[in-house]
């Protein structure tokens, strides 16, 4: 039976490639790290029934974006929730066992409609699995997600693309 919860330690793991295996999907390193932990990630449920994903960020006053990002403005930089949704679709193929490196591919549509900022205590991702589609060449994962900031939806993405591959 697959884990369906990941902690910290695990989710470095996988930075180092050993959670899937050499070769296969990882997620970057911290700083680009963008969540602390995947509390569900299951193939048969969310939105469209092929896949859920819900991960946390635990929002900390010294994170290295809030320092550079607008000068006095301390803010989350968009790209980086963003970036933490195209990490958690490339995950989600490595773990149910697609082979070869992630990479990002794409997405159709992005509104933010808040922002992650300081006072922020807890920022959640939700992706829902639309489709997986299988080719010679590798396998690409198309999702819809969202971001929010201490419950509150803040950021949608709709058709998010990642793709593994094996070369």
């Known amino acids: 039976m697959k884990k369906n919860s990941f902690k910290y330690e695990e989710l470095i793991d996988c930075a180092n490639g050993k959670l899937f295996g050499p070769g296969n999907a990882k997620l970057p390193s911290p700083p680009m790290l963008m969540f602390d932990r995947i509390t569900e990630i299951k ?3 969310g939105k469209f029934k092929k896949g859920h994903i819900k991960a ?11 320092d550079c990002h607008f000068k006095g403005d301390p803010v989350m930089p968009g790209c980086l929730g963003l970036d933490a949704m195209w990490q958690l679709v490339g995950f989600y193929l490595g773990w149910i066992g697609e082979p070869g490196k992630g990479r990002a591919l794409g997405v159709n549509f992005v509104r933010f409609t808040g922002e992650i900022l300081k006072k922020v205590k807890m920022a959640t991702y939700e992706i829902d699995m639309k489709k997986v589609l299988k080719t010679e ?15 509150k939806e803040i950021y949608s993405a709709e058709n998010l693309k990642v793709g593994v591959y094996k070369s």
């Open 137 to 151: 060449g590798g396998t690409v994962g198309f999702a819809d997600g969202v971001l929010k900031a201490d419950g």
């Open 43 to 45: 193939s048969d449920s």
């Open 56 to 66: 946390e960020l635990d929002i900390k006053d010294k994170m290295w974006f809030f």
